[in-house]
């Protein structure tokens, strides 16, 4: 996008044709994203705590109780006593500063972000599979496939150009195949939407390669050569019948077969999938089943095809890869393995520490237990999208020291004892990498306000007060660090950044022209691995107390928890009135129509709001939009957790509803 | 051409009528006289201007006369919003900005014309003014019959009125209810199953209603089949309006804005626009 | 009309850029935008003109009607009107469609303060289009590849060494004086030949008769509602078309708050939003995205708009084609309401 800048100030946002990804499109996000910049309650000036208020203070005086309070959180109880939650808007340069400093600063692995909540499952599952766990191809690549499958997401929402190019490839001819338990915006245009019941997605994949072995659907040739793995995959869908994954999924059995017959036999197929995927207990296996299921098809590794993980915020992708994990470093090299410490070690100078560290949810536990004294938390609102709030709320309240850097005061920075203002992305160069893999230069239009600066230098300030310094003196100076640390990124820099439209990992040396589709000769880790998944039920189901499904999901107006959407006035005027959205039939049980006041009440506490009848979800589920603070499902998610990537179950979760 | 201008003019809260529980009449006096404020016709409206909430358009209520000084903006207000809900917590004396008065009013050959009123709700404000203004200029005592319709007893609004208004000869108030208390002994029902017999009693050859769109639009033909034509029939049409010149497009009916072509319309334009009465009417009437 | 030598051109482009800022579409980094282009005295001191840049993806009705307009000022109880108090400046390079637009948008807006002072600041110097460009479809919207008015000056490349100019305006004349351009007056001859590049230029369209089949069916009432309803779900409500379409004007007012004091600004706004008519009480005229489709199209195409500006609304530009993510712009729309 291009930022119109008038005498010091970002006047509009307008698009770029000529760029390969968005070709002259935004969403209303895009086009709106200038809007909050000028926001009357944009922080300006540190907040320090004084009694029960957060007041105005200096740097000085910010900083030095920032660091005073990290120092003795570990001198107290050690340098796993505090723990970093890095940004996924921020940069790459904010987000590699991050990790570095909980690592070569603080001492400790706990670092972790949002990431958590969304795709943790994606690079833990894909990671396992396919040695990677990124987009395997290009947003490009759907202008080539004759098949699109989309599970637990519609892009037409949340990811606006990528679903752009999925209603374009239609009138060419390419079928689209939805599953999802919704009847969202992109199922309205598939050919086939399987509408399968909340959890189900394991009986339904399973169905589908029972489907795919029984008719010789399989690419037997690609099975051979490129995976293993897969006599047990078929031999443990073999009671997956279509039939069996019907009962199970609420799917028709021969749409599931249809579904399985137009993916298999379709050259180039293209799987994408969302949050209604991964926001499970069994998030990991979920993954699995849809990357046993493009592998079994041979979709992976080349053009047109491929299986792709939508990361949502803007460098959530960038976040991972630069290592804000408490397992690994930047370029997913284990903290675990010697090796790499090493390599780190030496390039920081530093010893540093051996054991992963904790998530974002185990951080909070800790946190309650008393464990985890000071936390910093980095553009990012947990106290509003982390599920069960009233816990995130109780270990935001029982740390000793919560450092907020942050652009507004959000519901998680009115908790902190140490605001720190920093620059938006309109205001600092550095670099984002998108889901495609996609690195790109973001550059400064505007300055910030007099003080205010980027993640990464008031990181450094920090470290130098804590007698730590990381070394830091442009954000290209961090890149350059990174990069030389980081193979994937190696052969990426700011100076090659500058001409064309970004460079897509893995790119490792300087001519290496980058990687728009992975896997294409052979697998991360050599061979593709196929590994069955079995069915795995919600956490917690509707019974006779709580008798609904809840479910969760995005809106196309808003981003996150708002903070920079709901300060553009045409964005905030899309709200909708109400909140909940339930079926007619559970509704006219309840005597609830469009607009009536109702209570949503789960073990975990309770939200209050409007309902919104639609048949839009199915009987017996309920929906709500995540992301305002007036209303937030996360009062009643559940935060059972999905044993391998710890990601809360924030798709299902039993809940009674009632007028109010 | 000129120019408009979207500053406002200066005034403050002179007196605070309540209407009912979540409705009250503002009497505001301007800073300095507007002539065009002070010759204001029945059926146009203003934007009240509250710094720091925007602005919100109103019918005028009252117009300079026997009912309100010269230099006075008399609004009636419902709270259904910020700027409404801050305009109930301001005491009187606070300043309020005015922008106006906009619009096409009713038609000048309507005064003189036997009419029917009819206000659904929150209607009634938009006619108020009309209303008074023929009590007071109609040939003699000249019928004028007044329909009102609210959902119950308690949301009755300008009950000051419509007592002085029986009191005329000449002017028949007849009210209805759908929701009676014990306290109701009027008509119940629905407004429009008694515009027939309102327009008999009263020998109107016009009709100015206003009132929510499903409503306007019954009204509308119920009037037309007990023989009224749809040059005679004059509607007040409500829209979200941010400009108040025919700029902004918020309140766009077809090809033309309510703001300056209305908000008074004639059925006969209306049956032109068929985006006045709501998306279920279009749909029935292809584009 | 008459005819100068090719470097004529950046002689008046350097006469214009001594008295006013002199904003021409150029290629800056990956896009095509507005650029005022630096330099005055000398030629040599202003980059080459470019007779064969694109379309910039913004409109030019952003320098009379910008996205963002401070309309109040207040400190206290104390307000005052803020009008804009431009520079003058020449924009260089026009096309029909954009001028076309201009001229709709200086109707649509002729009672407006701020865009009437920005309007009367400005100098029009339209190209002609010699040839169709990807996506437009001037020719049948009227509004193209020749504009015939609504410019101070036009600019025909008539072949390597000649310019043509046509005057449109007494600014126009008067600046070709100041800038001393040596000319002559065009003859029938050259007239002719003008005739010729302009018939070339609409021939150079390919032809598009599910244009005038879908304008038809419009004007007749013949669209079904669920052909707008069949669009609907196209429709993210992005806002792109709204922002980029020339002759797009709908606008919100917000008060924005500061310490003491604030602004009343007004910002564009698109009929699409499911906010945009909501009013209060809940009710809402266009509820379903199809119904908001319909209106947009009704506005951009329907003939109930040339009595009072002239013209339809749509002047074939393409930009809309070019941003909608739901590939629902006007060529697409057109396409299936006039198959």
Known sequence: MVLGVEEGRVTDVRPLASHPVSAGQLCAKGWNAEKFLRAPDRLTTPLVRRGARLEPASWEEALGAAAAALDEAVAAAGADATGVIASARAT?????????????????NNVDHCARVCHSPSVAGLGRTLGSGAMTNSIADLEHADCILVVGADPTENHPIIGARILAAKPRGARLIVADPRRTRLARFADLHLRHRLGTDIPLVNGMLHAIFANGWEAADYLAARCEGA?????SVAEWTPERAAAVSGVPAADIVRAAQWYATTARAFLAYGLGVTQHVCGTENVIALSNLALATGHVGMAGAGINPLRGQNNVQGACDMGALPDVYSGYQRVADAAARAKFEAGWG????????RTTLAMQEAARTGAL???VVIGQDPAVTDPAQHEVHRALASLDALI??????????????????????????????STERRVQRVRRAVAPAPGVRADWEILEVLAERLQRPMGFRSAAGVFDEMAALTPIYAGISWARLEAGHGLQWPCRSATDPGTPILHQNRFTHGKGRLIPVGDVAPAERPDAEFPLALTTFRLHHVYGSGSMTRRAPVLERENPPGLLWIHPADARARHIATGTPVRIRSRRGEVRTRALVSSD????????????????????TNDALDPIARMPELKVCAVAVEPC | MSVVSFLPHAARIAAVEPESADTRTFVLRLDTRVAALDGARPGQFVLLSLLGHGEAAFTLSALAGPRAAPGTVVVTVRRVGSLTGALFELPVGASVGVRGPFGRGFPADLWDRPTLWVAGGCGLSALVAGIEHQIDVRPGDAPVTLLYGAREPATRIHRAALARWRERPGVDVVECVERPDASWDGRVGVLVDFIGEALVTGRAERAAVCGPPAMLLAAGRALGRAGLAPENVFAAVERYMKCGTGLCGHCYVNDRYVCTDGPVFSWAELQQLPDAFGAEHVAAHAC | MVLAGRGAVDELRAALAAQRALIEPRWQGDGIEWVETTGSGPTAALAPFDWDVGLPLPSPKRFFFPPRETLLRWHGDAVEEVLPAPRPFALFGLRSCDVTAIAYQDRFFAADPAYVRRRAAAFLVVVQCRTACAGGFCVDVDAGPFASSGFDLALTLLSDERVLLEVGSAEG?????AARLRTEPADARTRTIRGEVEAAARASFPPRPFIARARARLDAGEIRDE???ALGPACLACTGCTSLCPTCSCFTMTDEVAAGGGERVRYWDSCLLEGFQREASGHHPAPRPGDRVRRFWYHKLSADFVREFGRVGCVGCGRCDVTCPGSIGALRVLERLGA
């Open chain 1, 92 to 108: 790459n340069e904010d987000a590699y500063a991050a990790m570095k400093f909980a690592r070569a600063v603080l001492g400790t």
């Open chain 3, 227 to 229: 052909e707008w309803q």
């Open chain 1, 231 to 235: 006599a047990a995959l078929r031999a």
């Open chain 1, 617 to 636: 979800v199915p009987e017996g589920t309920v929906a709500m939009p995540y992301h305002f603070a007036e209303a937030p499902p996360n009062l009643v």
């Open chain 3, 173 to 177: 004349a008067a600046a070709i004086a």
């Open chain 1, 350 to 357: 530093r010893s540093l520490p051996e054991r992963p560290g």
């Open chain 1, 373 to 375: 004294r000071a936390l």
């Open chain 1, 404 to 433: 907020v850097l942050e652009l507004f005061l959000t519901e998680t920075a009115r908790l902190a004892d140490v605001v720190l203002p920093v620059a938006s992305f309109a205001e600092k160069d550095g670099t984002f990498t």
